[in-house]
C-alpha cells in the first residue's frame, strides 16, 4: 500500500480522465477559452490538451465557435445536466441539510411546499431541545401567518407577490398577526432584502420561527425551511437562526440546481 498526503493532484500528473475532467470544469469556469490558453492555465503540454479538446469534440462535451475556434462546453453536457437534475427530488435532498440545521438550532426544522394561499407542511428533524408544536407533517397553514409562507412569498417577483397579497383572505390568529396588506408587503420587502423571516409569534402563541425559501433551477421559489420553537428561544436568536436557515435553503436550492450569478447575494 502506497502512503498518500492527502494533497491532491495537479494535472499534469493526473491520468488522461483526470486530465479530461480538469479541462472540462476549467472550461465551464471560462465559459469560452482557446486551446492554447486552457494549457498554459492548466500546466499541460498544448499537444495533450489538443488531443483532450478534439475528443471531448467529438464526444459532444465540448463544441467550438466556428468564427473564433474557443471552446465551450458542449450540449451532451446539457443533456446530462438535465437529467442529473431530473432525478434530484425535493423530499429525498432535504433531510441532509435539515438535520444539519436542526442539530445545530437545536430546535425543530419544517420543510413546506405552496399550495394555493397555504403551506404545506412535508418533512420535519428535531434537535435536541426540539418540543412539540401544533403542527403534522400534511397539514397547511396560511402564508401570511407563517415564517415559512412570508419566506416563499418573498422570493417571488414583486409583481406577483402584490397581486397574491391583493386576494389573500388576511385572517388574525394572534394579536401579532399582520391583517394590513400594506404592512404585510412591507414586511416581505424587508424579508426579501434580508434573506429570510420571521414569525413574531403571528401563528400560535408562544411559538417563533425563522425562514427561508427554497429555489429551484430556474430561481422560482418551491418550498421553504424553517426553524420553529418557543418563542422566548427562538426570537432572541433570529439573527443568528435566521442566517443559518438561510444557508440551509441556500444548500438545498444548489442541489435542486439554483445557482446565484456572480456577485449576488
Known amino acids: 500500500m502506497h502512503a498518500t498526503t492527502g494533497q491532491p493532484r495537479r494535472p499534469d500528473q493526473s491520468g488522461t480522465l483526470e486530465r479530461g475532467l480538469a479541462v472540462l470544469e476549467h472550461v465551464g469556469a471560462a465559459e469560452e477559452i482557446s486551446t492554447n ?85 412535508l418533512a420535519k ?28 412569498l418573498s422570493a417571488l417577483p414583486p409583481a406577483e407577490r402584490a397581486e397574491r397579497v391583493a386576494r389573500m383572505d388576511l385572517i388574525r390568529l394572534t394579536p401579532n398577526t399582520i391583517v394590513d396588506r400594506d404592512r404585510l408587503l412591507d414586511e416581505l420587502d424587508r424579508t426579501a432584502r434580508r434573506g429570510w423571516a420571521i414569525d413574531d409569534i403571528e401563528n400560535e402563541p408562544e411559538v417563533g420561527c425563522v425562514a427561508a425559501p427554497v429555489r429551484d433551477r430556474t430561481g422560482r421559489p418551491v418550498a421553504a425551511i424553517s426553524i420553529a420553537g418557543p418563542a422566548d428561544r427562538v426570537l432572541p436568536r433570529v439573527e443568528e437562526l435566521g442566517r443559518a436557515v438561510a444557508l440551509a435553503a441556500a444548500g438545498l436550492s444548489r442541489r435542486l440546481g439554483h445557482h446565484l450569478p456572480p456577485g449576488a447575494r
Not at 432525478?87 to 405552496?114: K, N
Not at 401544533?134 to 412570508?150: E, I, Y
Open 37 to 121: 490558453a486552457i494549457a498554459a492555465q492548466l500546466g499541460l503540454s498544448r499537444s495533450a490538451v489538443y488531443r483532450i479538446v478534439n475528443t471531448l469534440k467529438e464526444l459532444g462535451y465540448l463544441e467550438a465557435d466556428h468564427v473564433t475556434g474557443r471552446v465551450r462546453l458542449g450540449t451532451r453536457l446539457v443533456q446530462l445536466g438535465v437529467q442529473a437534475m431530473s432525478s434530484v427530488d425535493l423530499h429525498q435532498s432535504a433531510p441532509q441539510f435539515m438535520a444539519p440545521l436542526a442539530e445545530e438550532s437545536t430546535e425543530t426544522v419544517y420543510l413546506a411546499v405552496p399550495d394555493g394561499d397555504s403551506m404545506v407542511y
Open 125 to 152: 428533524e428535531q434537535g435536541v431541545r426540539a418540543v412539540t408544536l401544533n403542527c403534522r407533517l400534511g397539514g397547511r397553514r396560511a402564508q401570511h401567518v407563517t415564517s415559512l409562507g412570508k419566506a416563499w
